[in-house]
Nanobody, 122 residues
Framework: QVQLVESGGGLVQAGGSLTLSCAASGRTSSTTAMGWFRQAAGKERAFVAA????????FYADSVKGRFTISRDNAKKTMYLQMNSLQPEDTAVYYC???????????????WGQGTQVTVSS
């Protein structure tokens, strides 16, 4: 079993920044891929960014490319999402997940955190 706990969400004005963290515990491995997803009210869970086990490979949803940066510190078993130039449409619950392959599909991720709310005011 793997446990994931997100933190760092909150309320921010448009144009502001936040950094989310995802701390992993349990049967974790530095070789597993990790990802961030988000779910806005009334919408399906959507891919945000993903990172390989080594951290060398990353990819992003088009909507966040150039504004968000995903990273990980395997020694600390923690993944991060630096979010800049936030806009009201970024408002959502943000979830971290871990799985065997780096993927945009939620179904490829076996373990999920409980989520952290990000609210961007206009």
């Amino acid at each position: 079993q793997v446990q994931l706990v997100e933190s760092g969400g909150g309320l921010v004005q448009a144009g502001g920044s936040l950094t989310l963290s995802c701390a992993a515990s349990g049967r974790t491995s530095s070789t597993t891929a990790m990802g961030w997803f988000r779910q806005a009210a009334g919408k399906e869970r959507a891919f945000v960014a993903a990172i390989s086990g080594t951290g060398r490979s990353t990819f992003y949803a088009d909507s966040v490319k150039g504004r968000f940066t995903i990273s990980r510190d395997n020694a600390k078993k923690t993944m991060y999402l630096q979010m800049n130039s936030l806009q009201p449409e970024d408002t959502a619950v943000y979830y971290c997940a871990t799985g065997n392959i780096i993927s945009r599909r939620p179904s490829d991720y076996a373990y999920w955190g409980q989520g952290t709310q990000v609210t961007v005011s206009s």
